[in-house]
């Protein structure tokens, strides 16, 4: 207002000879009280064009809320006053602008959010800094508010005025921004997590609290809550075309179920896995890694069935090649066995089996395309043999895989 004020004090000092007459018009929807037919509506003359006299009139007390003004054509009026009139107005929304610039992006305000400090930013930037740090980025005062801003207000006096003023500047910021948010740029639309193992329909909890995947939490919970979970490669061991990266390129997609951030900013989140998939392209977005994916899937049962009779048809293994006779084993039997060795480590009270650990993840499915991922999910080895699942496109080998660990465990190879 005190801008405001400076512009108008500016042009009614240059008005000299411009009167404009203002003519007060009741707002009957307001609740104003009908006139009688003494009552006179009241006119009002005063020096300068129609802003800069409305404006005074207002500074005088004399123009009351519910009251709107109509503005008769004075006999010395000419353009010319209509002109000064759109000077003013530019000169009033430029120096509105400056205003209403939020101090963290320095454009225009978008959804603005009051902090407890008095300090007005846009709702992205305010949240984007919160990811960073819990002090305000203009008095850097600490603020006891969730990052996530969900339960802050926007300052409606200024979305109404913002609106109200320059509603296609608000427009195109509004685009600019959701553009700026979007969870990648061209095919790189996947947002990637590289810390850990997850597997399709296996429960996973992470605790986030780097600002960068804050950010990338952030995102997916405003979008389609999604993001792919690598596994860190710490040896840059090659990984097919992308070469030694920093992750393995078969990973899983999770879906978030529910997010609680703490007060320090922390996220705790429980997700569930659901496919798994190949990074085909990748790249940084704000910090965070990007990317292009490729959904694995299974062949198609006949050409399961195919693999597993000529894994039958084959001649005996030798005693001692164990590898060789899980081979050899029906899927049904390789199937029963993973069910008997929980059966077995259940009755000798295994750790990696207790009630806690069953409440988390469900009791052993009989599903065989489900029993390996939930037997990687509870059984203690490491992350590194448990990858081997990632890769194989078929429920039969996957089953191979986790009857060998078993045969290594019961030959005490571990």
């Not at 603005?112 to 305010?126: E, S």
């Not at 992308?242 to 320090?264: C, E, K």
Request: with cysteine; charged share 25%.
């Amino acid at each position: 207002m005190e801008s405001i004020a400076e512009v108008v004090a500016k042009h009614a000092s240059m008005a000299s000879t411009t009167v404009t007459i203002m003519e007060e018009v009741a707002r009957w929807d307001e609740g104003v009280s009908l006139m009688g037919d003494s009552e006179k509506a009241s006119i009002h003359e005063l020096a300068g064009g129609r802003l800069v006299a409305t404006y005074a009139l207002a500074a005088q007390g004399k123009l009351g809320y519910h009251v709107d003004l109509d503005y008769p054509r004075a006999p010395n009026s000419s353009d010319g006053d209509k002109a000064m009139d759109e000077v003013v107005l530019s000169e009033l929304l430029e120096s509105t602008h400056r205003e209403v610039d939020c101090q963290v992006c320095y454009n225009l305000m978008l959804d603005p959010v009051t902090t407890p400090c008095g300090h007005t930013l846009c709702r992205k930037c305010l949240a984007r800094t919160l990811d960073h740090s819990s002090q305000c980025p203009v008095c850097r005062r600490g603020l006891a508010i969730p990052p996530s801003l969900h339960s802050q207000a926007s300052n409606k006096t200024i979305v109404d005025l913002l609106n109200g003023l320059c509603p296609d500047i608000v427009t195109a910021r509004a685009e600019a921004v959701a553009e700026e948010e979007r969870p990648g740029e061209g095919e790189l639309d996947t947002p990637l997590f590289i810390c850990t193992l997850g597997f399709p329909n296996q429960p996973t909890f992470l605790r986030i609290f780097e600002p960068r995947y804050r950010l990338m939490l952030r995102r997916c919970v405003e979008g389609n809550r999604e993001f792919g979970m690598l596994m860190y490669n710490r040896y840059y061991e090659p990984q097919g075309d992308l070469g030694p990266v920093h992750f393995y390129h078969y990973g899983t997609m999770l879906r978030i179920l529910h997010a609680q951030t703490l007060p320090d900013g922390t996220s705790l989140v429980e997700s569930r896995g659901l496919y798994r998939f190949r990074i085909k392209a990748h790249g940084v977005l704000d910090g965070y890694a990007v990317g292009s994916v490729e959904r694995l899937e299974d062949c198609a049962l006949a050409d399961e069935e195919r693999a597993e009779a000529e894994d039958i048809s084959q001649p005996p293994a030798a005693e001692n090649d164990v590898s060789g006779q899980v081979d050899r084993m029906p899927t049904r039997d390789l199937v029963a066995l993973g069910h008997e060795f929980i059966s077995r480590m259940q009755a000798r009270s295994a750790p990696w089996l207790q009630q806690r650990v069953l409440d988390i993840h469900g009791q052993p499915p009989a599903d065989a395309a489900l029993f390996p991922y939930w037997f990687a999910s509870v059984l203690p080895i490491s992350d590194e043999e448990k990858y081997k699942l990632m890769g194989t496109t078929t429920v039969r080998e996957r089953l191979k895989i986790t009857a060998n660990w078993i045969r290594r465990i019961e030959s005490q190879g571990w």
